[in-house]
């Protein structure tokens, strides 16, 4: 068994995203609101999310817009203070990620106890926030400082926001990935949060690295989620759902376990 597999009991698994409000430090932060508008609001999408019975969750930035390659640590030790409020009420798994900086999202799980992380970690790319050349090497031994070589590592492998610099093409990266930097599992992405990884792109990316956990990381859908775990080996979903399928929305209980039900009734045929 592969590290993956002993934290995800079930087959495809489904990790769902808990966006956290922006936080201190971040533009687009509600100072009326505080912290404990963040943590209301944290709770219950974590509650709907549990109750539609999806495999994990990951508390994320993403209203940190702009987005940044060195995370203000206010924002890092609030997210940290939201989920250290929510520990006790969380069922499933759950992981971490700062964007678009490797070590805060290492920072951040540590100090709360993820199973895991996300991030982009290796590559070289032309983004919207300028030249991006993340450090898979540093990211990992800081890991292993904080005492936290358990901590699942989650490579993202198409950037969103970016245009890769590396014109190999992406199952050729992949495997490079795999081979110099032992990730946990390797996602794949559409251009930005929300639009759908090519079908073709997880199929060459899966067929290079049978033996990896090649996960969809974002777009997935209800009514594709069929397709895409035909092909990837879980999914990680956010913008789906929420209310309306708004990025920016509070999750949708409803929608949340409509997701859920099709996820079940395809695992019954597996």
């Known amino acids: 068994m592969t590290r993956f597999s002993r934290l995800f009991q079930k087959p495809k698994p489904v990790i769902a995203m808990v ?8 533009p687009l932060y509600d100072a009326g609101a505080g912290l404990e508008g963040l943590l209301s609001a ?27 390659f060195n995370v203000d ?13 929510l520990r006790a009420e969380i ?19 540590a100090a709360t106890g993820a199973a895991f992380i996300r991030e982009i970690f290796t590559g070289t790319y032309a983004s919207d926030m300028g030249f991006w050349a993340p450090d898979a090497g540093d990211a990992m031994r800081y890991r292993d400082r904080l005492g936290r070589s358990d ?30 930097s032992i990730p946990d599992a390797v ?29 969809a990381n974002t777009g997935v859908k209800h009514e594709t989620v069929a397709e895409v775990l035909r092909v990837a080996d879980g999914c990680i979903v956010g913008s789906s759902l929420k209310h309306d399928g708004d990025t920016w929305n509070s999750v949708d209980p409803a929608r949340a376990l409509d997701f859920m039900d099709r996820v079940r009734v395809l695992r019954g045929r597996m």
């Open 187 to 215: 996602l794949v992405s559409g251009q930005i949060t929300g639009e759908a990884a090519a079908l073709s792109d997880l199929e060459a990316v899966k067929a290079i690295l049978p033996d990896t956990p090649v996960l």
């Open 151 to 180: 901590m699942l590592m989650l490579f993202n492998i198409s950037a969103e926001f970016a245009y890769s610099l590396d014109q190999r093409s992406l199952p050729d990266r992949a495997r490079s990935a795999v081979f110099s």
């Open 19 to 26: 966006h956290l409000g922006a936080l201190p430090g971040s």
């Open 42 to 68: 944290a709770r219950a999408d974590l509650m709907a999310l549990q109750a539609a019975g999806v495999d994990a969750v990951m508390f994320g930035n993403e209203n940190d817009r702009p987005y940044e």
């Open 91 to 109: 069922t499933v798994p759950f992981g971490v990620n700062m964007l678009w900086d490797p070590r805060a999202s290492v920072a951040l799980g």
């Open 73 to 85: 640590p206010a924002s890092t030790a609030t997210a940290a203070y939201v989920i250290g409020q």
